[in-house]
């Protein structure tokens, strides 16, 4: 099955510099990527996704980089704020038979310094 | 439009009690999923109904069932609570077939004791 690892654990940076959160999956034949969102005590909520075909897709100040070949998936917060202090994590979709799973990595708690 | 909404919220449980955590969507999607988040381990599936009617087994489903009810509702069950079992866990839902937003409930913080 698929398996996905996420780093950093934790991301410490000040208000205003960027933050790069790198996840890697295993299984060759995922083809949906999201990250979530979590804020402390709050559900996860989805910030940003990229399918297979798309090597690069962004919102706003959030960016999501795709390389299928080395099977990594990258997010991308620029000009970060306090208010971007949460978990986030990636994820990638596992098929079985047709039926999509999503296998999460561990998250990365970041904090954005004022 | 409520979404996902899990009930209880908060629960302590004595090691051996039993108790059902409830899970209710009014999106009308297909797909339903119990995941448990513990510190350091991410979100990781326990159980899963593609549809109403099916249900199966995630990555760690030993020491709990499920019954998806009806197409609204995905309960899941404790038999004997053990501590190993304390946990955060969330109910999910999703269109099936396609890649799509998994929209979560709120939680339920659950100790066993």
């Known amino acids: 099955g698929e398996n996905v690892e996420q780093h950093p654990s934790t991301l410490s940076v000040q208000e205003g510099d960027s933050a790069v959160i790198k996840c890697t999956y295993s299984d060759s034949a995922s083809n949906y990527f999201p990250w979530y969102k979590q804020e402390l005590g709050k559900r996860p909520q989805l910030i940003i996704d990229i399918r297979s075909n798309v090597g690069e897709k962004k919102d706003q100040r959030i960016a999501v980089t795709l390389n299928k070949t080395a099977k990594h998936f990258s997010l991308h917060i620029t000009e970060t704020q306090p208010e971007d202090s949460a978990v986030y994590f990636c994820?990638?979709?596992?098929?079985?038979?047709?039926?999509?799973?999503?296998?999460f990595g561990t998250g990365t708690r970041l904090l954005v310094s004022p | 439009n409520a979404g996902v909404t899990q009930n209880p919220k908060f629960q302590v449980l004595k090691t051996g009690q039993s108790m059902t955590l409830q899970c209710a969507q009014d999106m009308n999607h297909n797909s339903m999923y119990w995941y448990r988040q513990d510190p350091g381990m991410g979100l990781r599936l326990i159980y899963y109904?593609?549809?109403?009617?099916?249900?199966d087994k995630g990555e760690v489903p030993n020491g709990y069932n499920v019954s998806r009810l009806n197409k609204r509702e995905f309960s899941l069950r404790l038999e004997s609570a053990a501590p190993s079992q304390t946990s955060v866990y969330f109910c999910a839902t999703q269109l099936s077939i396609e890649d799509t937003e998994a929209f979560f409930g709120q939680g339920t913080r659950l100790t066993v004791v």
């Open positions: 109904s593609a549809s109403e009617g099916t249900t």
């Open positions: 994820a990638a979709s596992e098929r079985n038979t047709g039926f999509q799973k999503l296998v």
